[in-house]
């Protein structure tokens, strides 16, 4: 089990979702989908990366080290 700062998470080379995020927007470009298009849908293609990354670092059994309201959870899976 790791802990990534938020830093990490959005740069860095295990979660990079600034990265993930990029490769989807430059696909619809290449796709030639329309700027204004791009611009409405951005917020929607970082929170869908947001969540994936999440359920990696869950899977993996990684935290977040920089968020001191969640210091002392851990992002795990729930045994049902």
């Keep these: 089990m790791a802990k990534y700062t938020l ?3 959005m740069y860095g080379d ?3 979702i600034e990265s993930a995020v990029f490769v989807e927007v430059f696909r619809m470009v290449e796709q030639k989908v329309d700027a ?3 611009r409405e849908q951005l917020n929607m293609i970082y929170v869908k990366h947001a ?3 999440a359920k ?3 899977e993996e059994g990684d935290s977040i080290s920089d968020i001191p309201e969640l210091e002392s959870l851990s992002l795990h899976k729930e045994e049902k």
């Design 14 to 16: 295990k979660y990079g």
């Design 56 to 58: 990696k670092m869950i």
């Design 51 to 53: 969540l994936l990354t």
């Design 7 to 9: 830093e990490e998470i």
């Design 36 to 38: 204004k298009t791009i």
